[in-house]
């Protein structure tokens, strides 16, 4: 369900927050944009599905498990290094 983890410009607060790129937008004027899952707290499968540009979100490189383990134990949870 989820291609992969982006840090997304927070529009409400200062900073980034964590988004699940879903897919890619096909716009009506041939550009193309990023479909990014937002969680929300404190029940992460409430969130908001917004449209960016590619060049507006930062890529990390980690798990999708991983993230949504680290999302989901409010960051209890270490994570485990994608060295190994």
Known sequence: MF?????VPSH???????????GEIHNEDGTET???FLPAAPNPTNGKL???REEEVS???L???EAM????????LPLKDTDD
Do not use: C
């Not at 291609?3 to 840090?7: E, S, Y």
């Not at 383990?69 to 209890?76: E, N, R, T, W």
């Open 69 to 76: 383990k680290a999302l989901i134990s409010a960051g209890a």
């Open 12 to 22: 409400d607060l200062p900073g980034e927050q964590l988004g699940f790129v879903t």
């Open 34 to 36: 990023l479909a990014v």
């Open 50 to 52: 917004i449209d960016v």
């Open 3 to 7: 291609k992969r983890v982006v840090m």
């Open 59 to 61: 890529p990390l490189d």
């Open 63 to 65: 798990p999708v498990n």
